[in-house]
């Protein structure tokens, strides 16, 4: 059974940095496409990066420059730095694993206050 738990949330002012992490289970990590979501109250979630097994990665128009992905197969957890934040990046950020085993965390709420 697929676990994703997200770790490091929580309320920075503007212009602060976070870091979360994302500890997978059950499932063969280094193989996985990885990635993480935010969904802001009363939007959708959106993607805000994603990494590939191979280490390439992709990232929203909205974060370029400012956060970075990675990961660590040795320990099987993905990562989210956060920095420059800004207030329109408060959402509850979640963990997301792809094919083959497809799954969500329960989600990290990130609020920044200006």
């Known amino acids: 059974q697929v676990q994703l738990v997200e770790s490091g949330g929580g309320l920075v002012q503007a212009g602060g940095s976070l870091r979360l992490s994302c500890a997978a289970s059950g499932i063969t990590f280094s193989i996985h496409t990885m990635g993480w979501y935010r969904q802001a109250p009363g939007k959708q979630r959106e993607l805000v990066a994603t990494i590939r097994s191979g280490g390439s990665t992709v990232y929203a128009d909205s974060v370029k420059g400012r956060f970075t992905i990675s990961r660590d197969n040795a320990k099987n957890q993905v990562y989210l730095q956060m920095n420059s934040l800004k207030p329109e990046d408060t959402a509850v950020y979640y963990c997301?694993?792809?094919?083959?085993?497809?799954?969500w965390g329960q989600g990290t709420q990130v609020t920044v206050s200006s």
């Open positions: 997301r694993s792809f094919n083959p085993s497809w799954s």
